[in-house]
Each structure stands twice: as C-alpha cells, then as structure tokens.
C-alpha cells in the first residue's frame, strides 16, 4: 500500500487553516503576523485556549508548548488572572492618566526581582531592550553595546544583528549599517572575548539573554555569570539581563535571583501581565531609572530619558500582572514546571535512545527543553541541564518536519519543533501522552528518511 506522506495527511487534518490561509493571504503578506508563527505548506490557525491545551479551527486539540512564547507559567487563562480581567475590563482599559493598580504592580516586580529597585512599565520586551539601551547610554555617555552570539533581543533596530549567522550582517532587509555599527557580537562563556570588548572602557552596556541564547539552546557556565558581573563592574559597563522570558520563571525573580548575580538593568516581557497581551518593562538601579525624572527645563531637554506610549502601565496588564504574580510569587507554579521538563526531558530522550536516534533532549537548567538530533564532543560529562555546546546546529527542514509530525499528534510546539516551553499546567498524563507523540513523530521522520536510526 502507498504510504501517505505526513505532508499529505497535514493537509487534510488541518483543512480550514488551509482554507484560512488562502484567505489570509489576499489581506496579510505571509498569511500570519509573526515569523515563528508561520509553517510550510501553510500555518495552524488557533481559536481557543485553556491551561496546557490549545484548539485549532478544524476542532483539532493539541498540547501546547509554545504558551504565550514562554510567558504562561500557568498554563492558559488561569482563573485568577482571567477574573482580574473580567473585572477591570469593565471599569477602563486605558484612563490617559496614570492608575493606582501600576504601583501595586511595580511594587510586586521590585519584591521580586533583586535588581528591581525601581520599575518603568512599557507595552513589550522589544521596547523594554530599546529603553534598557538608552538609559545605559544616557547613563554612561558611551555609544557601543556588546551582545553574545545567538543571543535574541527582539524587534529593535540595534539589537538586530547577531542572534543569526553571519554575525556582523543585521538579521533584517531595511536596518541601517549605521543602526548596528556600535553593536558588537562575541562568543559567550569566553571571558578573554569579553574582556577584550570592554577594554577601551567605550562600552555603554553588555546585554546578555539570561539563560542562555533562546533560552538556553546554548547556555551560560556558572562563573561566567560572576565574570559578566566582575568585568563590567571594572570597566564601568553597565549589565542588563533580559528576562523577557526567564523572568518570572526561572524563578519567581528570574535568573538573577537564582545565579546571585544582580545585574544593573533588568528587561521584563511577557510575563510581567501574565501575557494580557502588551507589556514590558524596564527595571534597575534607581540611580539609572532616575534618569526617567522630570526636573528643570534644562535637564528635561537635554539630560533626561524620555518615555511615552498610549499603553504603558494600562489598568488591564496591571490588574492581570498583580493577579498572575501574586500566584507566580509563591514559587509553587516554578518547582511544578521544571519537575515536568524533567520528566519530559528524560521521556522525550528514551523514545530517541530506544530509536538509536543520535542526540540529546536537555532542560536548560529550567522549565524550557530543548532537543538536538546529532553526535557531541561535550556528551561525556553531560548532565542534560546547560548545553555549553556552541557548536552544534539544528537544521531547519528538519525541525519544521518534526513540527508537523508533533501537530499531527496533537502536539503544538513552535514552529521549527525543537523546543518546548512547560507550565505549571501540564500534567503527568501531558508529559506521557507527548512522549508517545514524540515516538510516533520520529518515526514519522525516520520513514521520510530525515533522521537515520541505529547510528
Ligand atoms: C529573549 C527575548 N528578548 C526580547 C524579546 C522581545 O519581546 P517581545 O516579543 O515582547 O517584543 C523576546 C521575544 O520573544 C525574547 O525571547
């Protein structure tokens, strides 16, 4: 009998998104409003969601691990935050003045996250960067900025280089050489690189994604932490940590809280508003943040950083931050979440060591897994926590294969499949239930011939 290929049986499961997407198409370029979003031959479009569970225009049902990007520590509209909602939404959601529910939600950042000492709300991660950037600048009038090698930082112009090889060439058609010519890229975990970088004494900040590039694909060594510490300190650097998504989940005050290393700056995302769509924000050392002070007219013109946006600090985020913080910050959705990417770690790896499938399936140290298909020099004395591996790649057709594969078996994970994002809301039947999805799924690739077994 003629075996039907996993393309085939995607088109006919997901019928109405294909349909959706022929539609989309004539109105939205790509069909979907976000690159990682998007599939070949034609992305799932979603209707509904609830703690770890997603569903699909064709009624599909699916356990997602893709949750608000890493924001939804609680699964899909937990309770608590979706009644705080309920009820702001019918008192205002935007007031052109401030609202008191912003300072109880400051203050529970700033009784989180050590480096908090004061807090400045603003609409995403991407603004909370660009906002980081310009205080550091203000703040130690130098004009260069060091990122590590595949380190992400969002949309903004000056960061748009270097999460991507080659390193030096921005990541986007349309951003001026000029917008990233005082950015420099350098291997993380070499202390000699950094110290090189910052010798001249002309950089304003050293901005490094807190776990590791897309959160830990490739991690960050214990003493490099200090040593970030120690050589900015030294070279009159400012550090910034972005916990756009380890924030709030790494642990309830994010990496910083639990590695003791406290940078000046911290950028918030995601899940400062327990993912109410739009929110960021900008915390760090008051001396820093005073610089969002309005003084005299000189100051005010010359001196200060400005800061507007319709959206920042809206009563809606704010009563949906303190709602899903109040919960985060008991350290119980935390110790769930990571107890469940252990064991889908350890269930996802046994399906590919049963299969003699090369690779490895790691935690990252915390609630993000990630998998690799291929051999390691470092396999030795590997505990599958932090992959210090630089090195290795992921393959692209091969990670959208193994997307839909995971989709077919009512597994949603993003798009390029190799990572998976957990929530205090998967259960252990979750985990069982994605482990045999991940077996059929390898098999799936095994039969089209993208993964080898037996080696
Ligand atoms: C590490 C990191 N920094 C910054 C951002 C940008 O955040 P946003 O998408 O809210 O602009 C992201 C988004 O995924 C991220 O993962």
Redesign the pocket.
Known sequence: MLEVSARQRYEEKFAQSKALFERARNVMPRGVSHDQWYADPFPIYMQRAEGARLWDVDGNEYIDYYGG??GKLLGHAPPAVVAAVNHQIQKGTQYGAACDLAVEWAELVQRLVPSAERVEFMN????A?MYGIRLARAFTRREKIVRFQYH????YDGVSVGNKKPFDVPVSAGILPCAVKDTLVIPINSEEDLEAALRKRDVAVVMV?AAGAS?GVVGIRPSFYSALRKLTTQYGTLLLF?E??TGFRYSPGGVQAAVGVIPDLT?L??GVSGVMPGA?AIAGRQDIMDLFLLKDEEWNRYRRVAHSGTFNANPLCAAAGIAYLNIIATGTPTRSANQKARMLRDALQRQMDERHIQGCVYDSGFSVIHIYFGPCDLKQNCDRGVCLNAAKTRDLSTGQALFMNLALNGVKTPTRGYDALLSAAHTEEDIQKTAAAYGRSLDGLIREKRLLKGI
Not at 124 to 127: M, R, T, V
Not at 152 to 155: D, S, Y
């Open positions: 990007h890493g995403s991660g991407s603004e960067i992400f930082a969002g949309a994604e959160s972005d756009v998504v950028a995302g995601k960021g």
